[in-house]
């Protein structure tokens, strides 16, 4: 029987890293947004200071999966929290329970760390991921909505 393991990544995962990237931005139908590289991924992952982690999920020493993740906070629990940026696993690997062993490593390190709560967003179409965060027991957040600035509008408010 094969046996999943997940491990922190170190950086000769960023070229496994960035490839699960597309691979997840193909599925999303928006590959032609992906503007990162490996040497981000290695700068943004793997350097003193960064802000940003990954875990690696392994099938027989393979690697089949991903989760990056950063620290944010909330000011109403005074505690950190972890925000899950993606979580991926290849298709073809799926259904050996990766993804939940994924985020069970991404809770652990949440308890270690004393944060308060994990939260990721899942695109509303999404109904494989929908159903493993519900079997998980998570709850949406239906009340919130997510705003981003990026591009020229970025660039107009940082001007001032």
Not at 60 to 84: H, K, R
Request: glycine share 8%; hydrophobic share 40%; charged share 20%.
């Amino acid at each position: 029987m094969s046996t999943g393991t997940v491990r922190s990544a170190s950086k000769s995962d960023a070229a496994t890293i960035h490839r699960f990237i597309m691979e997840l931005a193909i599925y999303e139908k928006a590959e032609h947004e992906v503007k990162s590289t490996i040497a981000d991924i290695e700068n943004t992952l793997f350097t003193q200071g960064c802000t940003a982690h990954a875990l690696i999920a392994e099938l027989d020493g393979e690697p089949v999966g991903m989760a990056v993740y950063f620290f944010n906070y909330s000011t109403w629990l005074g505690q950190n929290g972890i925000f899950l940026e993606d979580l991926y696993v290849s298709p073809a690997h799926r259904g050996h329970g990766l993804g939940r062993k994924l985020m069970s490593e991404l809770a652990r390190i949440a308890k270690d760390k004393n944060c308060g709560r994990m939260d990721w967003n899942v695109l509303d179409w999404n109904q494989p991921a929908i159903d493993v965060y519900d079997a998980l027991g998570a709850k949406p957040q239906s009340e919130w909505i997510g705003y981003r600035l990026s591009g020229e509008a970025l660039d107009k408010l940082a001007a001032g």
